[in-house]
């Protein structure tokens, strides 16, 4: 498949097709980061973290309508708004979900894969009576269109390092919020032992409540990611969950370097494979890598060797 | 087996065992040798290595290096399964059975036939199963409780019935982790009288806390102190060794 | 001697008899041909759901990819109708006769090489049990050898079932595609989609699925029954007990596998296409629901879960299509959080005890055993 290639050409291909995967290397750690919080510091399956995803994309949608016909002069700032609106949205209905459903699945993970699985069936006809089964998308600013050229045959699309920078930033508060800040301490002692930290005063309830609403929080914020490379549509979160799971389990569920290292090298193997080979071979390839890789080494690309 | 006088044959001999996780010596160059018949009992503080210990015999817990043989055959690259063919039984730290099923069902499980898919497949309960789940039921007095689901038991029972499930497995090394934690004192009475019926034909490796519990079955005593052995001998001995005394049995 | 020397209890035994007589009387008089085939359709997911009762209910290993094994029992069986129902008289106005017309669409002009066989029927019904059962050996050998186990496996079987449904619908050429192999004449020179062919494949189906009952109770009822419970319970157990735990799991996932196989051809026989949308994800946790609401531990559950959740499907779908996601997303979560046990913990705790005085007769009923595979979910009628 490379034969008909210059040198040359083969490399400025595969940067352009790297900084095209940027945004989906984007989407896919803001979407793993809420899925191995929840997963791994919580040990629940979220079946319904792809129409979290999608809650935030229709936000998004819903904000830019809204500065377009309100507020056009703001227009360009509407991206920032969106997504904290995105974040709010996503986690409270995260929120809501863990006191009415989660909380009661803790001990069963299974369980909390159906009862989440159902839910993404009623959030995704609930989007379909809101906003209709045509799938939406919503118009960039205009500082957002084209790209820089960084030589003659290589460039590279300025949304895309806008969402990067954006994931980057992102990703530092959590890993700030979960490793230095008290809350979370919290989260960790909750996770280690939940009778103790209970007994030590920490309100363990809170505590799973706010986890959860986290994760769901980042996903709204990938939702928002996500308006820059597709068109949004009740299902379109289904399409994603598979993918983020496997990059959160490649990763190595309980580490964050982990969840970035696999959501990157799956966007970019995928990327690359993509301007070879049809889209649906390139997905099949990466994923069957995965797999088999997960084969050889079922605990994932870094997991510590603890004493059980 | 001969015991000569020249070179005596050990049931276990462990030796230079060391564990590292991620660098933190768990198990660290340990060795010991437990007699045919013997009762040992290691002892130490939490987080001294003891299950840990017990990990690696069973092969629960792959060791960094050091051998561990059992009758000559080394352990440490054999398979759980394989390990209690050769004839060592575990008793996990908290009662480990199977709720869902009955007490006849929790011993039968263990009974020594049928151990492969098909073997289980085509099992047979014909009298000598009955007769040896009864005998065993009987041993941990648990009789009369044959057909109640095990979720019923009390802790102490849940223990026995732990301990039959490996009197069944007919091992020749009997681990046993914890066996009297959470008893109440005429439970723990009950389960040394247990134990000492069960020590006149096995060897038996136990993790205890209990002092007095010890002092009544043990032959042997090992300290563990942070991977290593502190002290190595007959209770009285290692009960005055200051070493222990200070680490140990001070507080 | 005792209970457990027998294949099914006094209970069960009713809950067979009950379901032979809906199956083989009731509903074969009650329902026109159009019904009688839409009861088929829905009885060849329960067998994918018989063979979740041992995997997952016994055994607690959750498979959201049993849509790969019904998919590949399936498409032997359409393969082999295929490649009759591609005779070169057939297909003269083909531009390569003899060939499945997907095949002619997308170009190509010989058969490929693994489609060669399936012109053998021997070939094919051995294949049906054999594809699956190998390609789950696969799976499981190399899962269950390395203890993963628990979420991770379920993950990583849906994103086997994605692999595939991505495959076939991408490989145009070699499988037809998203639409699947339709088009489907006969069988051995039978029509398969005449009304008297349906009413005899129907019998044909209800045959198998009690000989898939019987395996299942008696697999159930073996030792090896236990060792899947006790698995699901305390699987350090299990091993440190001297069994090799992978070596279970791997029988218990294999025979769900061809559970779901031979469900799969049926579906094929009975219905007449083969397509991908009964291989991915979402049919594949479907099946899942099917056997949850049944009871996840009756097989006798897991056969009226399927008619029900299907009925139901059937004619929300047809009234009120967005009423049902709403209503199969409430199924998947009430099942879980209120109803464990499904319908056979419902008839168990609810029904059982007013009918066993009736039935038994009182005294025989306080004796029998305290019931916890008591498995009848006849509350389907």
């Known amino acids: 498949m490379f034969g008909d290639y210059s040198i040359g050409d ?11 995967g940027l945004i989906l290397f984007s989407v896919f750690v803001l979407m793993a980061l809420g899925l191995a919080i929840i997963f791994g510091q919580m040990g629940v399956i979220n079946m319904a973290h792809g129409e979290f995803m999608i809650l935030g994309a229709y936000v998004t949608w819903a904000t830019s309508g809204f500065f377009q016909q309100n507020l056009p002069a703001l227009f360009p700032g509407y991206f920032f708004v969106a997504m904290i609106l995105a974040f709010i949205a996503a986690g409270a209905l995260g929120m809501l979900v863990e006191w009415a459903l989660i909380r009661h699945l803790y001990r069963r993970p299974l369980d909390t894969l159906l009862a989440t699985w159902g839910l993404s069936l009623i959030l995704q006809q609930a989007y379909r009576s809101a906003f209709g089964a045509r799938e939406v998308g919503v118009e960039l600013p205009d500082w957002m269109m084209g790209s820089k050229h960084l030589t003659d045959t290589i460039e590279v ?145 870094f997991a510590l060797k603890v004493r059980k | 087996m001969v015991i000569g006088d020249v070179q005596k044959d050990f049931l276990l001999a462990v030796e230079g065992l060391t564990v590292s996780f991620d660098g933190f010596k768990a198990v660290n160059d340990l060795s010991f040798y437990v007699d045919e018949n013997e009762i040992r009992v290691i002892i130490g503080p939490n987080g001294a290595g003891k299950t840990t210990v ?110 039959g499930m490996l009197l069944i497995q007919e091992p020749a090394l009997l681990m046993l982790d914890e066996p009297v934690a959470g008893m109440s004192v005429s439970e723990r009475v009950k389960t040394a009288e247990l134990l000492h019926g069960i020590i006149k034909n096995h060897s038996v490796l136990v993790i205890e806390h209990d002092m007095k519990f010890v002092e009544d079955i043990a032959h042997k005593v090992i300290v563990l102190h942070q991977g290593r052995i502190l002290s190595e001998g007959k209770m009285d001995k290692v009960k005055n060794d200051p070493k222990v005394i200070e680490v140990y049995l001070g507080h | 001697m005792n209970e457990n020397a027998r294949l099914f209890d006094r209970s069960e035994l009713m809950a067979l008899a009950a379901l032979a007589l809906l199956l083989l009387v009731i509903l074969p008089l009650g329902l026109d041909v159009f019904r009688l085939n839409l009861v088929a359709k829905y009885l060849t997911y329960a067998f994918v759901a018989i063979g979740l009762v041992l995997c997952w209910g016994c055994g607690g290993i959750l498979s959201l990819g049993q849509g790969v094994f019904f998919g590949l029992g399936g498409y ?16 003269k106005i083909q ?215 299907n009925f139901a499907k059937t004619s929300f779908s047809e009234s009120f299509p967005q009423l049902w996601l709403f209503g199969l997303g409430a199924l998947f ?49």
Not at chain 3, 76 to 91: D, G, H, I, P, Y
Not at chain 3, 194 to 208: P, R, S
Not at chain 3, 273 to 289: A, Q, R, T, Y
Request: proline letters at 3%.
């Open chain 1, 157 to 301: 699309p300025i949304n895309g390092i806008f969402v990067m920078c954006l994931t980057a930033l992102i990703t530092c508060a959590v890993a700030y919020v979960l490793f230095w800040s008290r809350w979370g301490r919290q989260v960790r002692a909750v996770v280690q032992n939940r009778v103790m930290a209970g007994a030590v005063g920490i309100n363990t309830e809170k505590v799973d409540r706010y986890t959860f609403g986290l994760g769901c929080g980042i996903a709204g914020i990938a939702g928002s990611a996500f308006t820059m490379i597709g068109s949004t549509g009740p299902t379109s979160g289904q399409l994603y969950i598979v993918d983020t799971f496997m990059v959160v389990v490649f990763g190595g569920a309980a580490s964050l370097v982990g969840t970035i290292a696999s959501a990157f090298t799956i966007s970019q193997a995928r990327s690359t494979l993509e301007f070879f080979l049809s889209g649906s071979m390139a997905q099949v390839l990466t994923l069957l890598a995965i797999v088999g890789i997960l084969m050889l080494r079922p605990q994932g690309l």
């Open chain 3, 76 to 91: 032997c069986m359409a393969m082999f109708l295929k490649l009759e129902a591609s005779s070169v008289a057939n297909t």
């Open chain 3, 95 to 309: 531009s390569t006769p003899g060939i499945p017309d997907f095949m002619d669409w997308n170009q190509l002009t010989q058969l490929p090489f693994f489609w060669q066989p399936f012109h053998s029927l021997t070939f094919t019904i051995v294949a049906i049990f054999a594809v699956p059962a190998i390609f789950a050996f696969i799976v499981g050998a190399a899962l269950f050898k390395r203890q993963v186990g628990g979420v991770y496996f379920a993950i990583i079987t849906q994103a086997i079932a994605a692999i595939l449904t991505i495959l076939i619908v991408g490989q145009q050429g070699y499988t037809g595609g998203i639409n699947g192999i339709t088009d489907l004449r006969t069988l051995k020179g039978w029509d398969i989609r005449t009304d008297q062919a349906k009413f005899i494949l129907y019998f044909v189906e209800v045959a198998f699925l009690f000989a898939t009952v019987v395996a299942a109770q008696f697999v159930r009822r073996s030792k090896l029954g236990r060792i899947l419970v006790a698995m699901r319970e305390k699987e350090d157990r299990v091993r440190f007990s001297g069994y090799s735990v992978a070596n279970f799991k791997i029988f218990a996932f294999c025979i769900a596998a061809v559970f779901a196989a031979v469900g799969g051809a049926l579906f094929t026989l009975e219905v007449g296409f083969m397509s991908p949308s009964f291989v991915g994800i979402v049919p594949s946790i479907e099946m899942v629901i099917y056997t949850a609401v049944g009871g996840r531990l009756s097989i006798f559950g897991a056969i009226y879960g399927t008619l029900i959740v």
């Open chain 2, 54 to 163: 017990l990990d690696l015999i069973c092969g629960k817990t792959e060791a960094t290096s050091g051998s561990i043989k059992f009758r000559g055959q080394e352990l440490t690259h054999m398979t759980p399964n394989q390990i209690v063919l050769a004839g060592v039984g575990r008793k996990f730290q908290t009662p480990s059975i199977y709720d869902d099923l009955t007490v006849f069902e929790n011993l039968e499980i263990s009974y020594p036939r049928g151990r492969t898919v098909f073997g289980a497949l085509t099992f047979k309960r014909d009298a000598a199963v009955r007769e040896r789940v009864e005998a065993v039921a009987e041993t941990i007095f648990l009789k009369d409780r044959l057909h109640t689901s095990a979720e019923l038991l009390s802790h102490g029972q849940k223990q026995w019935l732990e301990i």
């Open chain 1, 10 to 20: 083969l490399g400025a291909i595969f940067a352009m097709q790297g900084f095209a």
């Open chain 3, 333 to 381: 979560i009430a099942v879980v959080l209120a109803f464990p046990n499904g319908l056979a913990g419902l008839w168990r705790d609810y029904v059982q005890p007013r009918l066993d005085p009736l039935l038994l007769g009182r005294s025989a009923a306080a004796a029998k055993w305290a019931g916890r595979s008591v498995a009848d979910g006849a509350a389907a009628e």
